[in-house]
Nanobody, 128 residues
């Protein structure tokens, strides 16, 4: 079973940037498609971005398209989420999740229990 640890969150002003990392251990991240989710206080967890096992395909929620970029470095066993032009509404705890049964990207509708592993989350706060 792969273990995931997110990092890179913090406090940033609107318009700023952050890069989140999702570091894997226990198994090679190359065996998993990986998605990012976020959950704001009082709201449901929502899909943010997805990347295929090879990194050749990506998918994004409409709310972050053009501002966020998901990528992966399988040699470093890490998946990244580059977040630019951040807005206060991006404030949330961000989670990465790994799915060993999927090769491609998620449409964003996959249930929480369909993932093999989740990280503990990293807080992103965007001030106005």
């Amino acid at each position: 079973q792969v273990q995931l640890v997110e990092s890179g969150g913090g406090l940033v002003q609107a318009g700023g940037s952050l890069r989140l990392s999702c570091a894997a251990s226990g198994r090679s991240i190359s065996s998993y498609a990986v998605d990012w989710f976020r959950q704001a206080p009082g709201k449901e967890r929502e899909f943010v971005a997805s990347i295929s096992r090879s990194g050749g395909s990506t998918n994004y929620a409409d709310s972050v398209k053009g501002r966020f970029t998901i990528s992966r470095d399988n040699a470093k066993n890490t998946v990244y989420l580059q977040m630019n032009s951040l807005k206060p509404e991006d404030t949330a705890v961000y989670y990465c999740a790994a799915d060993g049964r999927r090769w491609g990207v998620s449409a964003g509708t996959q249930g929480r229990r369909e993932y093999d592993s989740w990280g503990q989350g990293t807080q992103v706060t965007v001030s106005s």
